[in-house]
Structure formats: C-alpha cells, structure tokens
C-alpha cells in the first residue's frame, strides 16, 4: 500500500467554540494530505488537466470516535484504496498516538473538463492504483438517495461566494459540508456532536449561486439522525445529498 501520512496542529481556527475540530476543516485537512500524495504520484489536478480532465469528488463517507481538539497534534494518513467502475476510491485514518480517532473513504470521478461529464479514469490512475491496494475497505457507502424523507422542516439559504470556489472553479466540496451542517440550528450544534456523516456530491455548485439547505431530523436510539439535502433556488435541482448522525453532548 502506497500511504501518506502528515502530523496535524489542531489549530484554533479548524475548530468550534468548544474547540472541537470542525467537520468542514476536517475535510479541508482530507484536501490538503490528499493532493500532496496526487502530486508524489503523479496523478496531481495539473497532470490531469494536461489530458484535459481533473478530479471531481462524489461520495464521501466519514466515521467519527471523537474529534480532536484545539492544540493537539494527530497524524493523517491516506491512501488510494481501489478501483470501483469510473471511480477512484481513497481512504483516510486520523491518529492520536497509535489510537485511530476517525475513519473516511472517499469516491472520485475524473471529469472531463469541457464537457464536465465523467470519463473512463486514464491509465496513470488505474495504474497507481493495482499497487496500492492490499486489504478490504472497511467502510461501505450506504446512503440511498431514493429513500430521503420528502419534507425538510429547516432551510438555510447560502450565497457561493469567491473563497468557496476551488480550482475547477466551483464550489469546494468541504463548503457543502458547511452548508449541510449550518442547516442545523445553534441550539443543536451546540448541544450534540457528530460521529458519522455521507454525503453524495450530485451536481456542482457555479460562482455567485444561491442554494438552500434543508434538514430533517428524527431520533435514532441514542443518537439523532438527520437527513440533509442543498437544492438550488428554484428548487429543482439537488446538489447533493446527505446523512449525519449525533450524539448529546
């Protein structure tokens, strides 16, 4: 298996005012270890957008023991961890010392840049990834799409601004999470902490947008469950779907 790994400073600004990292930090953190391997293995955004392609993100999975928090050092590793159709799978582990904390597998689609329509993964990903590969995922995707609730009791509206757009000039995947988790209420954030989240990435969010973040929330034993959707303004369109799961602080 190909890995890399990095030690983290939980730094005050990736977390929340009970200096708890952040979810949508840690997906920036997911981001930044991530395109350093890319670039180690030579399948980086500028090598790809030399064939006229870039990565585009569609799943992601996250499981959470606890998050750390404000002045601790963890180590984040992650790996390309298989080949499933058109997708690219990556996975990440977040370490205290020898203890995983936290877990996420990832699903990538390489786009093609004009059409902005999946292709076939070019040869230099197939290729890295018949040797990184030496056990089973451990982290399934689940979340499905057509059996989301129909009702969403809270909407949030959010603007695209300039410092959400990433590279392929579009809104980053780590400010979905932020507009997913911000559809919740203070009361709740403040009260309850996630320990799982999915998300589908459906269709891109463009410049100067505005969407709407719905959430539904029901009661799963001892924890919460909420189901999450961002649509554009007019309603008829999702761009992308989700799953949290909470626990009373």
């Given amino acids: 298996m190909v890995k890399y790994s990095e030690k983290i400073d939980i730094r005050g600004h990736y977390t929340d005012l009970e200096g708890r990292l952040i979810v949508k930090s840690l997906c920036d953190l997911f981001n930044d270890v991530a395109n350093v391997q890319t670039y180690a293995l030579k399948i980086d955004v500028p090598t790809l957008n030399e064939q006229g392609l870039t990565w585009m993100l569609h799943k992601l999975h996250i499981l959470i023991d606890r998050m750390p928090e404000q002045g601790e ?41 004009n059409r902005r329509r999946p292709v076939r993964l070019p040869a230099c990903v197939t290729e890295t990834a018949a040797f990184c590969v030496d056990g089973i995922r451990e982290i399934p995707f689940e979340l499905d799409t057509k059996k989301m609730p129909t009702d969403f009791e809270s909407t949030r509206r959010f603007t695209a601004t300039y410092d959400n757009i990433d590279f392929n000039k579009h809104v980053t995947q780590a400010t979905y999470v932020r507009w997913v988790t ?17 998300i589908i990435y459906e269709h891109e969010v463009l410049p100067d947008s505005v969407v709407c973040a719905g959430c539904h929330v029901e009661e799963a034993g001892n924890r919460v469950k909420v189901y999450h959707q961002v649509k554009n303004e007019s309603l008829d369109k999702t761009h992308c779907f989700a799953v949290s799961y909470w626990k009373k602080r």
């Fill in 73 to 113: 050092k963890v180590t984040l590793e992650t790996w390309p961890s298989g080949i499933d159709r058109l997708f690219a799978i990556r996975d990440f582990r977040m370490l205290d010392g020898e203890e995983v904390i936290l877990r996420a597998t990832s699903e990538w689609m390489v786009i093609d840049l």
């Fill in 182 to 198: 911000n559809s919740l209420s203070y009361d709740f954030l403040k009260d309850h902490e996630i320990t799982e989240l999915e």
